[in-house]
Every structure is written in C-alpha cells, then in structure tokens.
C-alpha cells in the first residue's frame, strides 16, 4: 500500500506529462517507471525535480520514436548494410581511391593505393 505522499509525488507526474489522455491514474500507479517508459516520459520526474517541464505529449512521442529507431540502428550490423549499398561494379568504381598523385620515388615505402600489386 502505498502512502499518500507518494500518491501525491505520482500523481503530480501523471498530470505534468498529460498521461491522463493515455492511462487511467490507477494503473499508472501500478508500475509508474514502466508507463513513463512506454509514453516516452522516462526524464520527466528528474526534469520536475530540477523546475522544468516534462516533455509535451507529441514531443514524448517523437522521442520515443527516435529512441526505437536509435536501438533499430545499432543492432544492425554495417557490413551487411555496405554490402547492400554497394552491388554493382560502377557503384563500387565511385569509392576506388584516385591514383597517388605524388612523387612515389620521392617518398620511402610510400604504396600507390591504386596499385593493386605493390600490396
């Protein structure tokens, strides 16, 4: 059971962050951490405790957007994705470094990177 000063301390993040549109209070209360989670609203009672608002509503949503495709992104391995970007022949010719411009004899150990049999 729960005391009144923190229905109290809940209470004032629910209706900060406008969950009334979205949840009952009641259910709120049953897991307060996991439905700020879900609506977006994780930084809101650190944000009230520092005297700023909780984000708007639309605004929880496109951060709860952005966080979802961030997590899509970094699960996603690169390589496969170069791999699809880069299929053909002519596509591959664009990022071929340009042929070493400097004086190769000039420079010791220096490698032409076009040059595919000093390697």
């Given at each position: 059971?729960?005391?009144?000063?923190?229905?109290?301390?809940?209470?004032?993040?629910?209706?900060?962050?406008?969950?009334?549109?979205?949840?009952?209070?009641?259910?709120?209360?049953?897991?307060?951490?996991?439905?700020?989670?879900?609506f977006g609203q994780e930084t809101a009672p650190v944000l009230i405790e520092q005297g700023?608002?909780?984000?708007?509503?639309?605004?929880?949503?496109?951060?709860?957007?952005?966080?979802?495709?961030?997590?899509?992104?970094?699960?996603?391995?690169?390589?496969?994705?170069?791999?699809?970007?880069?299929?053909?022949?002519?596509?591959?010719?664009?990022?071929?470094?340009?042929?070493?411009?400097?004086?190769?004899?000039?420079?010791?150990?220096?490698?032409?990177?076009?040059?595919?049999?000093?390697?």
């Amino acid at each position: 059971m729960l005391n009144d000063a923190v229905i109290d301390h809940w209470a004032d993040i629910y209706q900060a962050c406008g969950l009334r549109a979205e949840i009952s209070f009641e259910l709120f209360l049953s897991d307060p951490w996991r439905y700020l989670r879900e609506f977006g609203q994780e930084t809101a009672p650190v944000l009230i405790e520092q005297g700023w608002r909780p984000l708007l509503p639309a605004q929880a949503r496109v951060a709860r957007e952005l966080a979802i495709a961030e997590r899509r992104v970094e699960c996603v391995s690169a390589a496969p994705a170069l791999a699809r970007f880069i299929t053909s022949k002519d596509k591959l010719a664009r990022y071929t470094p340009a042929p070493c411009v400097c004086a190769p004899e000039r420079i010791r150990g220096h490698a032409d990177p076009a040059d595919r049999t000093a390697r």
